[in-house]
């Protein structure tokens, strides 16, 4: 079977509703790849989305050191989503035809292990976690919502720091647990 892939121009016409509030789609610049947009008015403090998370650990090196044996026990659905995370501009495996080689690249350790350097937060005082909608949301160094883990539900939610307009993009900060970082300090930390 082969699989088409789309062109930016096309990409920037589809987005994937995930409640009413917001939708993920393409960003305009290619650097950002996708993202979650308002679809609506959203005002400041609502509570914008909540879902459960695909993994939660102490920290992000506790989570990367682990992913082998938690993917393995991840259901087959949540697998399947987790594998669909940014794994880096250079990943091929979203360009690769469908069959055994994608299927064996897409769950290597290597890319896992990127999945979660690149799509976890961390913060002070929650650990890290990784969930299907929160993990897309692009970073910004002066954010308009932020992400909160809740252990006693296993709910990751997003909340509004300023009204939202809609088509606006939701950003947050990748360094919940430093907000008040220089920017150089904030740079040499997203690198890491």
């Not at 610049?29 to 989305?49: D, M, P, V, Y």
């Not at 990367?64 to 697998?79: K, R, V, Y």
Request: with cysteine.
């Amino acid at each position: 079977m082969s699989h088409q892939l789309c062109s930016f121009a096309e990409l920037l016409t589809l987005s994937y509703p995930v409640n009413a509030n917001v939708e993920i789609r393409a960003c305009r610049s290619r650097e950002r790849g996708l993202g979650l947009f308002a679809s609506q008015r959203i005002t400041a403090g609502l509570k914008i989305l909540s879902e459960e998370t695909f993994l939660v650990d102490e920290t992000r090196d506790d989570m990367i050191a682990g992913i082998g044996h938690e993917f393995a026990t991840m259901p087959l659905a949540s697998q399947a989503l987790f594998t669909r995370l940014f794994a880096g501009r250079h990943d091929m495996v979203p360009h690769m035809e469908f069959g055994p080689d994608r299927d064996q690249d897409s769950v290597s350790m290597a890319r896992l292990q990127q999945i979660v350097r690149l799509n976890s937060i961390e913060g002070a005082g929650i650990g890290c976690v990784i969930s299907p909608a929160v993990s897309g949301i692009n970073h910004d160094c002066i954010p308009n919502a932020y992400a909160y883990y809740n252990s006693e539900t296993g709910v990751v939610a997003v909340h509004a720091l300023q009204v939202i307009q809609p088509g606006q993009e939701v950003t947050i900060s990748y360094l919940q647990d430093d907000v008040y970082l220089e920017s150089g300090e904030r740079q040499d930390r997203l690198v890491n």
